[in-house]
């Protein structure tokens, strides 16, 4: 399974990023805008961090579909390692199919439900984000949807590429990777817990109390 940050964050992903922990990067108005920075200057130096590692997502803000498919090839030249990030909204279905047919990678974002990952596979976006966290608001089972589209692009082999969204919690990233997903996009506090166990620094402090005890200052 590939990890994406869910982050416009510059300083954490030049950090994690050369461990070859993380494979992408998914950003939104959201986080470019707690940045306080030029939204197209950060949006950029991201894609020149991630270039050697992977796609960077990048959300139109527009809202007319004529303005958004105008916005998504400006976006998608931002660099060659962009993913253009389109809300799944039924006005913006034929934009979604000329960019697709345009050669431009598509993230159908804001997807909540099986019916509409059916429909964004068949005009053939490169991934569907379907919401897990935002299912689980409204008292829905976020993390069933996710394992019912895996089993849908699986059966009829479409070629979309399924990465769970809105993942609040290290156990949401633990069931989504016994489901198969292909990508997971979490927050930079999810992906951080992911490294931490209690008994991992309980048995660091015991390792090193039991070493001091042999008294030698030099090893090996």
């Known amino acids: 399974m590939k990890i994406f940050l869910d982050t ?31 939204p197209v200057k950060q ?6 961090v991630m270039k050697p590692y992977g796609d960077v997502s990048i959300e139109v803000t527009e809202q007319s579909p004529d303005a958004v498919y105008k916005q998504a ?3 998608s030249k931002l660099s ?26 598509i993230n159908a ?11 964004m596979a068949k005009l053939g976006v490169y991934y569907i984000s379907p919401f897990i966290g935002r299912l689980n608001d409204i008292g ?11 089993i849908m692009l699986s059966m009829y082999q479409y070629g979309s590429k399924l990465l769970a969204a809105s993942v609040r919690t290290v156990g949401t990233v633990h069931s989504v990777m016994l489901f198969g997903v292909d990508i997971t996009t979490m927050p930079t506090n999810v992906f951080e817990k992911m490294m931490e166990h209690p008994l991992t620094e309980k048995g660091m402090e015991k390792f ?13």
């Open 8 to 38: 416009a964050n510059l300083e954490f992903i030049k950090k994690w990023v050369p461990t070859g922990l993380i494979d992408g990067i998914t950003t939104n108005p959201t986080h470019l805008s707690k940045e306080g920075k030029d």
């Open 43 to 48: 949006v950029k130096d991201i894609c020149k």
């Open 73 to 75: 090839h400006e976006i």
């Open 80 to 105: 060659d390692n962009v993913v253009v990030k389109i809300p799944c909204a039924k006005e913006y279905y034929d934009v979604i199919r000329r960019l697709v047919e345009d050669g431009i990678k």
């Open 109 to 119: 974002t804001l997807v909540f439900n099986l019916e509409q990952s059916l429909l």
């Open 140 to 150: 829905e089972d976020g993390l069933h949807v996710v394992e019912e589209i895996k």
């Open 208 to 220: 090193s109390t039991d070493w001091k005890k042999l008294g030698i200052k030099k090893f090996p």
